[in-house]
């Protein structure tokens, strides 16, 4: 039986402090599966979670990491077995539930979906929770009758996690992408993603939210939110739909109503924390098929240790993100 094991282990005591501790099981909260943690990655959720007023945890001591996979050392629970590769992501995985920065972890079954056939577990997390959200937000559109046909594809946000996956993914699937980044050096990086077009952060947002602009796009996938989020749904086709993910912009929404009454499009919420399990074993299997990139060793700008953390995990609040970290246990 497993003694001692290393996690990331952030304490706000005296001090607030994020270090590579050693912990038993005992440590371990409630969970029906033990999982052998092979890999994580870096969401922007997980930088946060090691920040004092970062305003995702509540309860310390705690091990952060919304993402893992890895294999089932114990279950409890008839659906999953000894051996069995599997990966948990969102609910309260690393939020108030320890998470994937820890060599072993212990899960609720309904927060845990097996590996599909078509993915390795280092593949699940290059994908991890941005790609997941990237998928569910293609997902989505098509829902809503968005095709390559229509025109094209807005991505801000283009080289983040959930950005970069969203264009690689949308290429995939035949559609014209037209990448928004504020990155000039990146472009050759988003071409290689399969961005047909690159336009700035200043051609979606110039400072200016008009009732109605331009008709550029058929539909956009945006983690970006705020104002920006505001300007191009100005500039959206008549019954296209934009699907929002996030608010690096700001949570405000100084639109109007016009987009939506004059020109029918769709504004559609994209929640990957609490998204149905019907609807994430369908994600995940179009992940492992024709939503799964190419060559996904791509997206990963950097492969780091549970060592390496505390020095890695505020870079992604620096704005210096491009593609995914992956963590190796």
């Known amino acids: 039986m497993i003694d001692r094991f290393k996690a990331l282990v952030v304490n706000k005591d005296d001090d607030f402090t994020v270090k590579v501790n050693e912990l038993t099981l005992k440590d371990l909260p409630d969970g029906d599966v033990l999982i052998k943690v092979s890999y994580s990655s870096i969401n922007y959720k997980d930088s946060l979670a090691t920040i004092p007023n970062g ?18 050392v114990s279950s ?7 051996g069995d590769e599997v990966i948990a992501t969102s609910y309260e995985i690393g939020v108030s539930h320890f998470g994937g920065y820890s060599e072993y ?12 056939k078509g993915l390795t577990l280092k593949e699940a997390m290059v994908i991890g929770t941005a790609g ?18 229509k025109g094209k594809i807005l991505v801000t946000g283009a080289t983040g996690g959930v950005g970069s996956f969203a264009i690689s993914i949308l290429s995939t699937l035949g559609y014209q992408v037209e990448a928004s980044t504020g990155k000039e050096s990146e472009q050759e990086f988003l071409r290689s993603l399969g961005a047909t077009s690159i ?53 405000k929404l100084p639109t109007t109503v016009f987009p939506f009454i004059l020109r029918g499009i769709n504004l559609l ?54 593609g995914r970290t992956l963590v190796k246990l």
Do not use: H
């Open 55 to 72: 305003n995702i945890v509540n309860t310390y001591p705690f091990v952060p990491g919304i993402d893992l996979a890895g294999i089932v």
């Open 76 to 82: 409890n629970d008839p659906r999953f077995q000894e």
């Open 132 to 149: 997941f959200t990237a998928a569910l937000s293609v997902l989505r559109l098509e829902e809503n009758s968005v095709s390559p046909e």
């Open 269 to 322: 919420g994209i929640d990957s924390v609490y998204c149905p399990m019907e609807t994430r074993l369908k994600v995940w299997d179009r992940l492992a098929s024709d939503f799964k990139p190419e060559k996904l060793e791509k997206f990963i700008q950097q492969e780091v240790t549970l060592q390496q953390l505390p020095e890695v995990l505020p870079n992604l609040l620096k704005g210096q993100a491009k």
């Open 199 to 251: 336009v700035s952060r200043e051609e979606v947002f110039d400072g200016k939210i008009r009732a109605l602009g331009k008709q550029k796009w058929a539909a956009a996938v945006d983690p970006v939110g705020g104002e920006p989020l505001a300007s191009l749904l100005s500039q959206i086709q008549y019954g296209g739909s934009v699907a929002v993910s996030g608010l690096t912009a700001g949570t």
């Open 105 to 116: 972890a212990r899960i609720p079954a309904n927060w845990i979906v097996p590996l599909p």
